[in-house]
C-alpha cells in the first residue's frame, strides 16, 4: 500500500522529575521501571476501583522525563487523575495539544528527520506509525477521514471515546494484552483487572466484524435467540466492518434478521 499521511491532533502530557519513573510505575497499568530511553508502550491509567480513567501510549524520553499521548479532549481527565495521588512526589505534568501524522502504508523510503521518534501505533502489520513535530513537512498524499477510518477498522487498536469509555471496564477493551504488565506489582485499580481476567467465563470484549449486509452502530447481534453483543462503530460502505462488543464464548453471531456476522479477534488480519 503506497503511504498516505492523515492528520489529527493528540492531547500530549509531560512527566518530569526525578521520582517520575516511580510515581508512574506505581500508577499506570504498565511497567515503567524497565523502559530504556526511546521506548513506548501503551498503557491503562484505572481509577482505584478498577475502571478506566485514561487509555494512553508513553515514551520515555530521558532519565527523569515521560511524554504521554492521548486522544484529543481526554488530556485533562488523564493529567488530573494522574496528578490526584502525587502528594509530595518529586513529578510535575504538562498540557498541551499537538498535530499528529498518521502515516499509513509503505514507510520503507519515508523520511521522518525533521520528526521526533516515529511512534508505534499498535495497529496490526506494522501499518501505521504516529509523526509529532510542529511545523514538520512531510511529502505524501493525504488519506481522507473515510479511507482512514476504514483503515482503523481493519488493522487499528479501539479507540477511547469511540469504542470504550471513561468509566469503561478495562477487560472489555480488547487492548488488555497490550496495555496491562501482568507480572508488576501493584498499581492503581489492578485488583478488578486481575479478578475479572481469572474468569473463565460470561465475559465480553471488543471484536472486529465484517458483514456484507449493512450493519450500524449500536445494532443488536445475536448467537441464537439471544443478545450477544452489539455494533460499537462500523464503516459506512460494503463489505461493513467494524468493532462490537460481544461476549467471548459466542459463536455463530448473526443480526437480528438472521444474515452471518464474521467475527475476528483485534490481532487476526481482515483479507
Known amino acids: 500500500m503506497t503511504a498516505r499521511a492523515y492528520r489529527t491532533h493528540r492531547d500530549v502530557i509531560f512527566a518530569n522529575g526525578p521520582e517520575a519513573e516511580q510515581y508512574l510505575h506505581g500508577q499506570i497499568s504498565q511497567n515503567v521501571d524497565d523502559m530504556a530511553e526511546g521506548d513506548a508502550r501503551w498503557s491503562f491509567l484505572l481509577e482505584p476501583r478498577g475502571n478506566i480513567e485514561g487509555f494512553f501510549r508513553i515514551l520515555r524520553v530521558a532519565q527523569d522525563s515521560y511524554r504521554l499521548d492521548t486522544e484529543y479532549g481526554f488530556g485533562q481527565t488523564l493529567e488530573e487523575s494522574l496528578s490526584r495521588f502525587k502528594l509530595r512526589s518529586k513529578v510535575d505534568f504538562t498540557l498541551s495539544a499537538e498535530e499528529m501524522i498518521s502515516v499509513v502504508g509503505n514507510q520503507s523510503d519515508l523520511n521522518v528527520e525533521d520528526f521526533t521518534q516515529p511512534l508505534p501505533s499498535g495497529w496490526n502489520d506494522g501499518l ?21 477510518q476504514r483503515l482503523v477498522m481493519t488493522h487499528g487498536l479501539p479507540r477511547l471515546g469511540e469504542e470504550f469509555k471513561v468509566g469503561g471496564i478495562p477487560n472489555e477493551s480488547g487492548v488488555l494484552e497490550l496495555a496491562v504488565s501482568f507480572d508488576k506489582g501493584c498499581y492503581r485499580g489492578q485488583e478488578l483487572v486481575e479478578r475479572i481476567d481469572a474468569r473463565s467465563g460470561g465475559r465480553r470484549i471488543i471484536r472486529r466484524v465484517r458483514a456484507e449486509s449493512k450493519l450500524e452502530k449500536s445494532q443488536a447481534l445475536f448467537g441464537g435467540e439471544k443478545k450477544v453483543g452489539e455494533v460499537l462503530t462500523v464503516t459506512n460502505e460494503a463489505p461493513y466492518i467494524g468493532f462490537a462488543l460481544l461476549g467471548t464464548d459466542v459463536a455463530p453471531v448473526r443480526t437480528e434478521s438472521g444474515e452471518r456476522i464474521e467475527v475476528f479477534a483485534l490481532d487476526q488480519l481482515i483479507a
Request: glycine share 4%; proline share 0%.
Open 128 to 148: 501505521c506509525i504516529d509523526l509529532f513535530g510542529s511545523d514538520s513537512v512531510i511529502d505524501l498524499e493525504e488519506c481522507s477521514e473515510n479511507d482512514f
